[in-house]
């Protein structure tokens, strides 16, 4: 292997090393209900979701009412996902005039972007609309990876606090790990990513002549957003076909290595914040 090779995963080491204990510092503070500098863009959202949820976050579950909460949200975005591929060609924002998504293929995929897991058993350039990539897709990238979180974090109370009745309130974990880390996060990236070249606009497939003289189809659409949680979200499921090996999603080496950072930021990140929630940073660094 020649030197220059090793520049990128050397650099990648690096920033993922040098970001994972204020990360993990930040995202303690954020599921402890902790004041951040966030709160007063994140703040008002919040308050606004406990509102129309009813919800007072001071209120812990069990762990078994905390399971009972997320089983119920799970059920519900597998359906409100499924009825929106199912429906797709009735609604707005379709530049493909794609119709409805096969009801076997629709609820695999609904099943499999709610858990997470995004098996992606289609071209999303030739399959989805753009209100089902934003609406369906992307958003359940966001709530996906926000359950992942609160449930490491609930597990992690559960942990530390092994005669206490409850674990945490899991409304209010998806909320705050959305709000103030998920969503502002994929904004710089996305930011980021269109400066670089990733496409985002709300065009339908446009028609252009090859070198070779024959007609290719270039699909357009809102790829920056999604591709910029589908990384930090450690999701699957990008909007087109080949994922972030088309040059739309990821056009240099820049985009490359930090759409490889994205990914890893907070996975890694998260063991500077078990320690700190445990009350051992030490306990946050693998050693021998």
């Known amino acids: 292997m020649l030197v220059p090779d090793l520049v990128q995963p050397l650099a990648l080491l690096c920033a993922v090393l040098a970001l994972t204990p204020p990360l993990g510092g930040y995202i303690a503070r954020v599921m402890g209900g902790e004041r951040t500098l966030l709160d007063p863009l994140a703040g008002p959202l919040e308050r606004l979701v406990h509102r129309a949820l009813r919800l007072d976050p001071a209120r812990g579950q069990t762990w078994k009412g905390y399971a009972r909460s997320l089983l119920v949200f799970s059920l519900a975005s597998i359906a409100g996902l499924y009825l929106l591929q199912r429906v797709q060609g009735l609604l707005p924002a379709n530049p493909g005039h794609f119709g409805a998504v096969d009801p076997y293929l629709a609820l695999n995929t609904a099943v499999s972007f709610t858990t997470n897991t995004d ?161 051992s940073r030490r306990q946050g660094w693998a050693r021998r």
């Open 119 to 279: 098996w992606q058993n289609y071209a999303g350039e030739a399959t989805m609309s753009h209100l089902t990539q934003m609406a369906g897709l992307a958003t359940q990238n966001f709530v996906s990876a926000g359950v992942g979180l609160a449930v490491a974090v609930a597990l992690i109370r559960g942990l530390t606090g092994r005669r206490a009745a409850t674990i945490g309130n899991f409304w209010a974990d998806l909320t705050r790990g959305i709000l103030f880390l998920l969503l502002p996060l994929s904004i710089l990236l996305a930011v980021a990513l269109m400066g670089r070249g990733v496409i985002q606009n709300f065009d339908g497939p446009r028609q252009v002549a090859t070198v070779g003289g024959a007609s290719q189809a270039l699909p357009g659409g809102p790829v920056a957003s999604q591709e910029a949680i589908k990384e930090l979200g450690t999701n699957g499921g990008g909007p087109l076909n080949a994922n972030s090996a088309h040059p739309y999603e990821n056009p240099d080496p820049v985009t490359n290595f930090l759409e490889m950072l994205a990914l890893l930021a907070i996975p890694f990140a998260l063991t500077a914040t078990y320690g700190r929630l445990v009350g």
